[in-house]
């Protein structure tokens, strides 16, 4: 059987990683954009429901979250694999 070895390029707890922030907000933001893909009329409509004077500053706002909190959340300090059992 062919065996290889993975370590080299991934992280050490990468066998836990459904315990990694990260993962759980890629797994998150996948459901919401089934979710909208499912249904692409909810975003118009929770557009139509913000007033006027703030509908056009909402998608660089939503840009932004989408582009830094993965940054974040991959570089915030998570307690070691052991401690999260």
Known sequence: MLKIDLSRWL???A???WKLA???LA??????????VANPGV???MLDALP???R???PPIVGVL???LPIVVRLWRQAPAEARS
């Open 11 to 13: 992280i050490d707890d």
């Open 15 to 17: 066998k836990r990683w």
């Open 22 to 24: 990260s993962a759980r």
């Open 27 to 36: 797994l998150a933001g996948g459901m919401i954009v089934t979710a909208i």
């Open 43 to 45: 975003i118009q409509q």
């Open 52 to 54: 006027p004077e703030v």
């Open 56 to 58: 056009p500053a909402v």
């Open 66 to 68: 989408a582009a830094v």
